[in-house]
């Protein structure tokens, strides 16, 4: 079976996401909510995770899982994204506006993975 183009750009964005959770950590670190022990290990899992998916989204036989996986990353790191637009020290020098507009994109993200949910 092959894969459409747009799946492995899909693929590119989160493998690449996952490298640069631990080549700038802190830009991660940053936007962890404080009641979330262990920052340093949950900022580890989701680069692991977004890398593995990546990778997985390629091989047609993982396809559906590795989908249904980034809708779950997704869901799981809302709390990060959410505490980064209320927060202004972990606003990453983002205006206010720009940090609304990333919590529906989490949506629309939601929504490009489920694509790939019947591969």
């Known amino acids: ?14 493998f690449i996401a996952g490298f640069n959770h631990f080549r700038n950590p802190r830009l991660y670190l940053k ?8 920052p340093k290990l949950l900022n580890g899992i989701a680069g692991v995770a977004e890398i593995v998916l990546g990778i ?13 996986g980034i809708i779950a990353l997704l ?13 202004k020290k972990a606003a990453l020098g983002l205006p206010k506006w720009v940090r609304l507009i990333r919590l529906p ?15």
């Open 1 to 14: 079976m092959n894969l459409p183009w747009h799946l492995y750009c899909m693929a590119a964005i989160y």
């Open 31 to 38: 936007i962890i909510p404080p009641y979330f022990s262990n």
């Open 56 to 68: 997985l989204l390629c091989v047609p036989q993982t396809t559906s899982y590795a989908a249904w």
């Open 75 to 87: 869901v799981a790191v809302f709390p990060a994204n959410f505490y980064m637009y209320q927060n």
């Open 105 to 119: 994109l989490q949506l629309v993200l939601i929504y490009w993975a489920f694509l790939y949910t019947k591969y």
